[in-house]
């Protein structure tokens, strides 16, 4: 095909202000692809910054990092089989020499750069990206899961991070994407009991066809207390929601030498907690977020997840301020929206 001189992106101009723009394609840097974007999935992370209160993301942004698509053009070093491979891309960058590069830990990398905090989301009809992050789709993958590759390696990261195994008892809060598929991602770990607590019937059911053990629609109990009676005590948990009150239950439903795995995005990052808590019974708290090496095991892992079962919707990018719309409605069947450039 002729190299296409322009393609529509989308921005965040301001708060709850989305523009579909024009933008030229500038000519391929000797590694890089151009990639036709086939399926573009919403993030929760992509609402904190339409909503201007992403933590790490300024206004103007671009938005949009869990995509697929075909490698329709490739820089004079790439091999020519790139050419028409339908891949998924991991959306970061790392800067290839520091010492947690060197050391295989590019998460680390003080250097770390996401795309689309550069003007090069996925809400778009192209993207160049390096040939280095592509990851070609099982020929049995659609262009939707896909997409979903990149949730389904923050999900993975974070079960590798909390040290989940066989046997273990896990308490997952949030019935999101990622909520659902840390129950998937828990499950092939080993762990044995998995309960997630949410507040949709409809994600809720859909949580255990993913993996959830038990389920608990948080309007009608406190999460922790369930878990507590329930199990006594699980050795890991899960925030994957971003509030205080999801802190809190995360690290009060833990046994002693628990650890609570915090994923959730703050929108408002100073809480208050029970520090005796952490002391007197030894727990550990860790952050995470993005993904090391675990784009191959996601999509390994893909063939035993229900994950088209995951969208429930899907809009061309000229409507995205509508799939945006039905997105922060927060309704209890929306679960994950994919743009189809
Ligand atoms: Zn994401
Ligand atoms: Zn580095």
Known sequence: MEYPSTGRIAWVTAPHTVEIRQRD???LAPHEVLIQIRASALCGSDLHTVRGKHPS??????IGHEFSGDVVAIGEAVSPARLGQRVTVEPCTACGTCESCRSGRYDLCGKLRFL?????????????VNESSLFPLPDAMSYDEGAL??????SIHAVRRGGVSSGDSVFILGDGPIGILTAAAC?????????????SPARLALAKSFGATETLNAHDRESAEWVLDTTGGVAKSFECVGSEGCFEQATRALRP??????AGIYEEPHIRMDISRLITRKLSILGTQSYCHDFPR???AAASIPLKSLISHTFPLD???EALETAMERKRETVKIVIHP
């Open 25 to 27: 394609i500038r000519p």
């Open 57 to 62: 993301v300024s206004l103007p942004s671009t």
């Open 116 to 128: 689309y905090r550069d003007g090069d989301g996925a809400m778009a009809d192209y993207i160049l």
């Open 149 to 154: 590759m990149e949730p389904l390696s923050v």
């Open 187 to 199: 499950r092939l770990a080993g762990a044995e009991r998995i309960l997630l607590a949410g507040h």
């Open 257 to 262: 030498g628990g650890v609570a795995v915090i």
């Open 298 to 300: 996601a999509i390994a």
């Open 319 to 321: 409507r995205l301020g």
